[in-house]
């Protein structure tokens, strides 16, 4: 169906927020994406300038994908309109004539919106330099300053289409040009493009330039001209359409010299004030100055203005220093312009029914294209006789009226669902606004030839297979004008509902457990397509509509066991359904060691402590190991440790005594809030030093718990793990633990059992990690001649812990192994870059065995495979820098894979008398060679450097 285009006699501000809505500028990319590579952009994902460009990993600036497009490759920009692109781009490489280098901004359906390139107040948002066979189609420019945008300079053979220039109205006076194009450039073509009202100009020629064709834009209210030439020859400007109240809409001067046909000058009101915003208020709509007169055809033009008088509001032509207030004036003073229109009220959309501009159009005036600036197609309006010259029947302007044919939204096949065989039945009762002779096609959408008729009469189809099929109904018109409708939903069923299944499995990442995260899969059926949607009932009270999707994650909001339920309902509305159990449990959090709290407790006291204190007041902590340190007590007694809120239960943590010092690391259930209680049994008081070693999570990325067979690492006693002697006061031992008696080098803590022994003076040691100094725990404290036993949680990074004693006297230590946390991390490789090595010179023989230079229209070929240190198979590419040096004649080099047809493409360039050098990224041929042939005309040097090369996935 045709799209309907917005009513005549809108203001200025509706007219812009209409383009807005209308895609201005918009639409998918044309350039062949099997011509050459893809190199994508997107700066609102993970992405690299240092990668390749991919769609999985892209750049993230337009620039880095400018620095490396070949010919014939397709730089995709992706990107939100909320987030666009601020650094300018220049780009500096060129394509071919039948390669080309396309950018686009085309957005890839159905996720991604339009990229938006901003441009910055010292440069265009994109300038084209010194380049040739360059298209640029599909981009937005966001122009906060009002300044140059886009520029063309010494380039040829570019092509700028449907690109959209937009930012609020300047208030005050503008320099800055939408579109510019340098006298040093040649072969441009500016087309389709959309100009909204915030720069001097719209699009400008410079002096100098040749051949540049302005074709089917829409611009709108430039200060000092939508469209100007001056100097340029060869230019022409067709099938326009300028919104011009405040300047010119088309100029030409300096001794320019083309054609201007076809153009629509649109303004409101019989002029206005010269304000800042609007600096030409009074300038004629067309100006061609005498030096351009003769040199220049002006004929099937129009002025258009939105006022209910056909009286002209302001001086239409200004002609080798003649005004003329009409066309009629225009034509009989300077013989052009024969067929020009004025007095016509007309806005910026598509011409209204029934006017004169449409279907007047010169159809073979130079420019002008098949398709309007929106992308349809130039049809003949039936409702209007043909006044314009050729076959074709455009309107005049960028914007082209549509015949709107109408399909109705009840036009389904009926039944749309059943039992294989499935018959069905469908006709439509489209009709033409132009009152056309209309015929459709079905295409039920299992393979089978459409079925086609006239409005009004059925067809009938039966669908033998089972499958889910979409019917496309095409309506069609003598002229080719189309109408689609699609219907995605007929279903033919089988005869019984696809069968569900579920399994579920931990989530995991770097080696970690994410405790608690169940990751479940619906594995796919015999029959995918037949399956509606599914519902995963994850039995803690929520669940998840998954429709077709294949995969989903849940986080369980406690430790427990789960039995989580699928229910599969298919086209038909019929039900399966299956089953899985889940045990949701803690990981272990590591945490640096540090004393949360220092508090006497009274006797038979509570001392209450907050998940602050304890760390554990965020990422569903279900416990907290914590260790106990007691002093001062001044009577004997036990601490109980428990959830704050629960009932104190009759265990201790710890026991204590007078006179002594006591260690003990403890776990504790906490609350969801982390509160706990430490309870003092004893008759007197007590001094407790808490610290966290630790906390268990059900929703964080931690580790699992190894336990081990308990076994020796170190006893000073008999030298196992250290030199056999004790430890003298406030000297240390440094254990290594990781890579021994099965723990990993990976390893995140340890859990051990630590001794002092034959001790000669109280004291105690504390365990820290290995090159740090803020993770230490306390460990055994003890008095003269005491053997005490503490175990200790300690996190590691090297595998190391070293232990101190921190008493006067020496003590023999004994380290036990209780277990470690940890788990294991896999990794891989996908590229190989190699030492760089020179793999052909042909002045040395190098590669070839022969002194010799490229003949003209010559090919050498390159051993690459199995050579220079590329392994001998599963080598898909190599890169290569390739250079000519000093050649005596100029021409380009091709790059292929060997033993398959020679490619129309340049991989190097060269001038005579200059050195050339460039990068190729070749396929390899099945016999592990390239080829390069020389396309000059003289015989050339060439030396290849071999860089990297691609390895099939995956690598080894």
Same mark, same amino acid.
């Given at each position: ?291 351009s007169a003769s040199r220049v055809t002006a004929d099937y033009n129009a002025v258009t203005h939105q006022q209910s008088s056909t009286a002209p509001a302001r001086t239409e032509y200004a002609w080798a220093g003649t005004s003329y207030p009409s066309s009629g004036a225009f034509r009989d003073g300077t013989g052009q ?460 990074? #090297? &595998?190391? +812990?070293? =232990?101190? !004693? %921190? ?7 004994? $380290? /036990? @192994?209780? *277990? ?106 099945? #016999? &592990?060679? +390239?080829? =390069?042939? !020389? %396309? ?7 030396? $290849? /450097? @071999?860089? *990297? ?8």
């Amino acid at each position: 169906m045709h799209r309907p285009r917005p009513a005549a006699g809108l203001s200025l501000a509706a007219i812009v927020v209409v383009g807005v809505l209308s895609s201005w500028g918009s639409g998918a990319a044309v350039a062949d994406p099997e011509s050459g590579g893809t190199l994508y952009v997107d700066h609102d994902i993970r992405c690299s300038d240092s990668g390749t460009g991919t769609q999985s990993l892209p750049f993230c600036t337009v620039q880095a994908a400018a620095d490396v497009a070949e010919p014939g490759d397709t730089v995709r920009i992706l990107g939100d309109p909320l987030s666009p692109y601020t650094a300018p781009v220049t780009v500096t490489r060129s394509g071919t004539s039948d390669e080309p280098i396309t950018f686009s901004g085309a957005p890839l359906p159905p996720t991604r919106l339009a990229a938006v390139l901003a441009a910055p107040a010292s440069a265009p948002a994109l300038t084209l330099k010194g380049v040739h066979d360059v298209r640029v189609e599909s981009l937005t420019f966001s122009d906060q300053h009002h300044g140059d945008v886009v520029a063309v300079t010494g380039s040829g053979h570019v092509t700028l289409d449907r690109l959209t220039v937009t930012n609020s109205a300047p208030t005050v006076p503008v320099t800055g040009t939408a579109i510019g194009v340098d006298g040093t450039s040649s072969d441009v073509t500016v087309s389709r493009n959309s100009v909204y009202p915030n720069t001097a100009y719209g699009v400008r020629v410079a002096p100098g330039a040749a051949r540049v064709t302005v074709t089917t834009n829409v611009i709108l209210t430039q200060q000092q001209g939508g469209i100007a030439v001056s100097g340029a020859t060869d230019t022409d400007v067709t099938g326009n359409t300028v919104f011009a109240p405040c300047a010119s809409a088309i100029s030409l001067d300096g001794a320019s010299s083309g054609v201007v046909e076809n153009n629509v000058a649109a303004f409101v009101g019989n002029g206005s004030q010269q304000t800042g915003a609007c600096q030409a208020p009074t300038a004629p709509l067309y100006a061609v100055s005498a030096d351009s007169a003769s040199r220049v055809t002006a004929d099937y033009n129009a002025v258009t203005h939105q006022q209910s008088s056909t009286a002209p509001a302001r001086t239409e032509y200004a002609w080798a220093g003649t005004s003329y207030p009409s066309s009629g004036a225009f034509r009989d003073g300077t013989g052009q312009g024969a067929h020009d229109l004025d007095g016509i009220t007309a806005g910026l959309a598509a011409p209204s029914e029934h006017s004169p501009l449409i279907d007047s159009a010169d159809a073979t005036a130079p420019g002008a294209l098949d398709t309007d600036q929106e992308g349809h197609a130039r049809v003949d309006d039936l409702l209007v006789a043909n006044t314009g010259n050729g076959t074709g029947h455009p309107d005049r302007g960028a914007l082209e009226r549509q015949d709107t044919l109408t399909v109705s939204a009840d036009d389904d096949p009926a039944p749309t669902k059943g039992l294989a065989p499935l018959g069905v039945s469908l006709k439509t009762d489209a009709t033409s606004a132009w009152g056309a002779a209309l015929a459709y096609s079905v295409d039920f959408g299992d393979g089978s030839d459409p079925a086609t008729g006239t409005p009004g009469t059925p067809v009938a189809h039966t669908y033998t297979t089972p499958g889910r099929y979409t019917t496309r109904i095409t309506v069609t018109e003598p002229d080719g004008t189309t109408a689609e409708r699609s219907y995605a939903g007929v279903t033919a069923g089988t005869p019984a509902p696809p069968a569900a299944a579920l399994s579920v499995a931990p989530e995991t990442s770097g080696g970690q457990v994410d405790a608690g995260s169940a990751r479940f899969t619906v594995p796919a059926p015999a029959d995918p397509w037949e399956v509606a949607y599914r519902t995963l009932d994850y039995s803690d009270g929520t669940h998840d509509n998954l429709g077709s999707a294949t995969l989903a994650t849940h986080q369980y909001p406690a430790p427990g066991t789960y039995t989580a339920t699928l229910t599969q309902t298919d086209l038909l509305g019929r039900t399966t359904t299956a089953g899985t159990v889940f045990h949701s449990a803690d990981a272990f959090v590591a945490v640096t060691p540090q004393h949360d709290s220092k508090r006497t407790i009274a006797a038979h006291g509570v001392l209450n402590l907050s998940a602050a204190t304890l760390r554990a007041d965020a990422g569903g902590v279900d416990a907290a190991q914590l260790q106990l340190v007691t002093s001062d007590a001044k009577a004997s007694g036990t601490l109980t440790l428990y959830a704050h809120g629960t009932t104190r239960p009759g265990t201790a943590a710890t026991a204590f005594e007078p006179g002594r010092t006591t260690t003990a690391v403890t776990t504790v259930k906490v609350t969801p809030t982390g509160s706990v209680d430490l309870y003092n049994g004893s008759s007197g008081a007590v001094t407790v030093d808490v610290a966290t070693v630790g906390l268990q999570s059900h929703a964080q990325y931690a580790d699992t718990y190894h336990p081990a067979t308990p076994v020796r690492l170190l006893d000073t006693r008999t030298g196992t793990g250290a030199t056999r002697s004790p430890v003298g006061g406030g000297h240390s031992v440094t254990l290594t633990v990781g890579g021994t008696h099965g723990v990993p080098t990976t390893a995140r803590a340890l859990v051990l059992n630590v001794t002092a022994t034959t001790t000669k003076a109280s004291g105690n040691l504390t365990v820290a990690t290995h090159g740090t100094g803020d993770s230490a725990v306390t460990g055994p404290c003890w008095t003269t001649g005491q053997t005490v036993t503490t175990q200790v949680v300690i996190p590691v990074r #090297d &595998g190391k +812990v070293v =232990l101190r !004693n %921190a008493s006067k006297a020496s003590a023999n230590l004994v $380290a /036990d @192994l209780a *277990g470690w946390y940890g788990g294991t991390t896999a990794g891989g490789a996908e590229f190989r870059p190699v030492t760089p090595v020179r793999v052909l010179d042909t002045r040395t023989g190098t590669g070839t065995g022969k002194v010799a230079r490229i003949a003209a229209h010559g090919t050498v070929k390159i051993k690459v495979v199995g050579a220079h240190g590329v392994p001998a198979t599963g080598v898909s590419a190599v890169d290569l820098n390739l250079t000519v040096p000093a050649p005596s004649g100029s021409g380009y080099l091709v790059a292929h894979p060997d033993g398959v047809a020679r490619p129309g493409v340049y991989s190097l360039s060269f001038t005579k008398g200059h050195t050339a050098a460039g990068r190729a990224l070749v396929k390899v041929g099945a #016999d &592990g060679e +390239v080829d =390069l042939y !020389n %396309a000059g005309t003289v015989p050339v040097d060439v030396y $290849a /450097d @071999l860089v *990297g090369d691609d390895l099939v996935f995956p690598a080894g």
